[in-house]
């Protein structure tokens, strides 16, 4: 099985250490994934800003990069979903129908490509799990509260696993963090408050360390909790399934 | 202005905009409650998106056999192209019975044509009868929601509105005191009231008669005294069968206010003995919308309002910041079909989170056809050139490794070099208001994955 490993712009930039724990974490469970440097982003910021058209060529770069590998897989819910469901304008050739099929987000494939259901680790802390939108209703990783009130969801079944970890309980299981891409600046006030809104929730119900499948989210939610100087660590899971000691 | 100008207004007031969150996610609170109690749900909110579906495909049909089975009840049947027709036969019926007093039942669509203002300048008084409406007219407000068309007022503000206008004590905001006032003004209104105008929750094909759904039997009353009813309904509210009703009347309020059914489902066929009653249909743009495939899905809508009370942008920048007769995700979606340049920001207006398609009873895929829409507004040139010329840029820089290595390495080197009040300055990066900007690292994940297989 030929995996690359697909490190999203931001987090490629701006979190080097979540690209490496997921590389780590990958390792341990057999897989050894590339890393092929000719990519770049998956055209989400262009596309959802009413540039789609221009977000083509990085499209393009996107599908030439991983044609030749059987899974693409990505730490961020959202870039997955992004491909798999917006890289419907350009000719669907055999290579893109490939890419799209077979990019996955890293908790996804674990369970359901790999089949693991629990990673050994230990992380002693009280955690707050936040469900990326596109994750839990784009690419279907969670329950939705918009259908039923069990709290399900692929993620928080991994870290149930975990000795030690004990996840918290919000009011809002599922309301948006806010971020949204360009949203975060076209509509900085909202996007702001409904970040702040959102940590404020995990404050309340005795959140230490913050997590999530998805960067964009954290890196939103980081900045308030800097901002705000809140006793909040802020992890992207695949830290913490990798073993991170706090 | 746009969205987000009218957005930081509402902004202002930290304590009333976290009021209005609460107060609306209550709301859908208890949407999932009755949702969740109903284990059916899923199964009733694919008929009622598939017999809309159907009804959508084969309209021209359905609105002659409506209008067929209307006139054969006695029911006079107008067609309004637009908001200016639906208004001129409106007041051409007042005319004709010299009446210059009437009573109205909540209807967006009469909102959307703006037929209060309309009929004032032509010297009509119009009374709105449902709580909600009366509020806000007396505050010459439009609705900021579709159900609850009062929800940004607090009980205070009622009370500071009736003071003013029906003399109740200053500081009185007992709400039992407040709504007994409205219903001894109303009552006062629907005795005298000549004509009834009623909105319209759905048409009848096979029967010809129209539904409309109230919670305090307000139509009804209107109607029932008045010598000439005036139902007025866009061309989207028909349905085929009588049986296909129940479906509906199950999701609709599950929906709004989780309750299982309005407290009034009011069915009008015919006019009692000795008096009239009048259908205007009325297109105003949704042809226009049935005509683009990617956006045609929105004319389902029923105005059930939970992908307003879904909304997280909705529920923080309230109804009025959409500066459309219908706010929140599905206003975003209808209103640049009606004016693309002035509603150009409404799509841009959330996050793609998608919760208001999962709400949705009659399943419109609400956030796909609000990213839809920006594409359509990006071609268009309908968004603001800088962010035009950004991503431009930006696609440049991302369709080229080389070129996106070093700009992300000539980015990183600047935030780490200058100084923290110049990278953070709100006035030109609205990220940092409110945030931090991610500490910058050394290294990209590329440049350590690069060291570390000795490149």
């Keep these: ?246 | 202005m746009s969205h987000s100008q009218r957005s930081d207004i509402f902004l202002l007031d930290a304590e009333r905009t976290t009021w209005h969150d609460e107060t609306l996610w209550f709301v859908r609170q208890k949407r999932d409650k009755a949702v969740y109690a109903t284990p059916e749900f899923q199964e009733l909110r694919q008929l009622a998106s598939d017999i809309k579906d159907h009804t959508l495909s084969r309209l021209n049909f359905y609105l002659q056999q409506f209008e067929e089975n209307a006139r054969r009840n006695g029911v006079q049947v107008h067609w309004a192209a637009d908001a200016a027709e639906h208004n001129a036969i409106v007041l051409g019926l007042l005319r004709q019975h010299g009446a210059t007093r009437v009573v109205k039942s909540k209807s967006m669509l009469t909102e959307e044509c703006h037929l209060n203002p309309y009929l004032t300048q032509h010297g009509i008084e119009v009374i709105d009868t449902d709580l909600g409406e009366r509020i806000i007219q007396l505050r010459e407000e439009a609705p900021s929601h579709v159900v609850l068309p009062a929800i940004h007022l607090k009980k205070e503000d009622v009370g500071d509105t009736f003071h003013l206008h029906l003399g109740t004590t200053k500081g009185n905001n007992d709400p039992q005191q407040l709504t007994e006032t409205a219903r001894q003004h109303l009552r006062e209104k629907f005795l005298a009231g000549q004509v009834a105008i009623s909105g319209v929750n759905f048409a009848v094909a096979e029967t010809g008669s129209v539904v409309v759904c109230t919670n305090e039997g307000n139509a009804d009353l209107g109607v029932n005294l008045a010598k000439v009813h005036i139902a007025c309904m866009g061309m989207e509210k028909l349905i085929p069968r009588l049986s296909d009703l129940s479906v509906f009347t199950r999701i609709l309020t599950r929906s709004a206010t989780g309750q299982p059914v309005t407290t009034y489902t009011s069915h009008f066929t015919r006019p009692g003995e000795g008096k009239e009653m009048h259908i205007v249909i009325v297109d105003n743009g949704r042809t226009k919308q049935l005509g683009r495939p990617d956006f045609r899905a929105s004319l389902k809508c029923i105005r059930c309002g939970a992908c307003m009370n879904t909304c997280p942008v909705y529920r923080r920048s309230g109804g009025h910041s959409y500066d459309f007769t219908i706010p929140g995700p599905i206003g975003a979606i209808l209103s640049p079909n009606i004016d693309m340049r002035k509603h150009a920001s409404l799509p841009f207006a959330s996050t793609l989170c998608g919760s208001c398609t999962d709400v949705c009873p009659v399943k419109i895929d609400i956030h796909t056809q609000l990213y839809k829409w920006r594409q359509v507004l990006g071609q268009a040139g309908e968004i603001p050139a800088s962010k035009k010329w950004s991503m431009r840029l930006l696609s440049r820089v991302l369709s080229k490794p080389g070129m996106y290595s070093l700009g992300g390495r000539v980015a990183r080197q600047g935030l780490r070099l200058l100084p923290h009040g110049l990278t953070h300055a709100g006035g030109y990066n609205p990220w940092a208001i409110a945030r931090e900007l991610p500490e910058p690292p050394r290294q990209s994940f590329r440049e350590w994955y690069a060291e570390q297989a000795g490149q």
Aim: glycine share 10%; aromatic share 6%.
């Design chain 1, 1 to 246: 099985m030929k995996v690359a490993l697909f490190i999203p712009c931001y987090v490629d930039q701006f979190y080097p250490q979540v690209g490496i724990a997921t590389l780590q974490l990958l390792e341990k469970l057999g897989v050894r994934a590339d890393f092929p440097r000719q990519q770049t982003c998956c055209g989400q910021p262009m596309a959802n800003s009413g540039c789609e058209r221009d977000a083509i060529p990085v499209y393009h770069n996107f599908v030439d990069t991983f044609e030749n590998y059987d899974y693409v897989v990505g730490p961020a819910g959202s870039c997955v979903y992004h491909v798999r469901k917006h890289f419907d304008i350009i000719e669907q050739t055999p290579a893109v129908q490939h890419v799209r099929t077979n990019t996955r987000e890293l908790f996804d494939f674990i369970l359901n490509v790999l089949g693991v259901t629990e990673i050994p680790t230990t992380f002693p802390h009280r955690v707050g799990l936040h469900l990326s939108c596109h994750g839990q209703r784009g690419l279907h990783q969670a329950n939705e509260s918009e259908m039923t009130p069990v709290r399900d969801g692929q993620l928080r079944r991994l870290l149930s696993g975990v000795r030690g970890l004990e996840l918290t309980e919000l009011d809002r299981n599922d309301e948006c963090c806010g971020f949204g891409g360009t949203f975060c600046v076209s509509e900085a006030g909202i996007s702001a408050r409904m970040g702040q809104d959102r940590v404020h929730d995990h404050v309340r119900n005795g959140t230490e360390v913050l997590t999530g499948g998805d960067m964009s989210c954290l890196m939103h939610l980081e900045g308030i909790v800097r901002r705000q100087k809140l006793p909040i660590r802020v992890l992207h899971a695949a830290e913490i399934l990798n073993g991170i000691l706090l």
